[in-house]
């Protein structure tokens, strides 16, 4: 009789005693968690035949970020392909005139003594036509701006 009362209290110890579950009851908050990190967006100009290039950044914050991106359009780059392709098609004139809207390119051809086409007029021509009309010289010229200094003094 002891030996059933005893196999009786082990086998419900057992199947009793597994029932019950051991563990903790509260809510825990994990707050070292940072956010999400600000990307900086790619931008891609992977054609050579583009006078163009391309600047991203980004800034993060614990509570705001911010990301952006700009392309940047060489105007250099850009006189030097139109020039060529005038050329490319016979038009020398215009190839010239075109390098010429750059105030070093229009200084370097004065200096020469091959001043820059003025309205389809070229050599001493075309001299003239610029020193009547001086309001239509690229800006950064040196060799006017020295005129307009000299003028102004005497």
Same mark, same amino acid.
């Given at each position: 009789m002891k030996k059933s009362i005893l196999s009786m209290l082990l086998v419900g110890a057992f199947l009793f005693g597994s029932t019950f579950a051991y563990a903790a009851d509260t809510n825990t908050t994990v707050i070292d968690k940072s956010p999400p990190t600000a990307s900086a967006p790619s931008i891609v100009i992977n054609n050579n035949d583009v006078? =163009? %290039? +391309? +600047? %991203?950044a980004a800034i993060q914050t614990q509570i705001l970020g911010f990301a952006s991106g700009i392309t940047v359009t060489d *105007?250099?780059? *850009?006189? &030097? =392909? &139109?020039? #060529?392709s005038l050329f490319g098609m016979g038009m020398k004139v215009a190839a010239v005139s075109t &390098?010429?809207? /750059? +105030? #070093?390119?229009? /200084? %370097?051809?004065?200096? +020469?003594?091959?001043?820059?086409p003025f309205m389809g007029k070229i050599g001493d021509d075309a001299k003239t036509a610029w020193e009547k009309n001086e309001d239509l010289v690229p800006s950064d010229s040196k060799i006017f701006k020295k005129k307009d200094q000299e003028q102004e003094l005497e």
């Open positions: 006078c =163009k %290039s +391309a +600047a %991203s *105007e250099n780059c *850009e006189r &030097l =392909k &139109l020039a #060529r &390098l010429c809207q /750059d +105030a #070093r390119v229009f /200084d %370097s051809m004065w200096m +020469a003594g091959t001043p820059c």
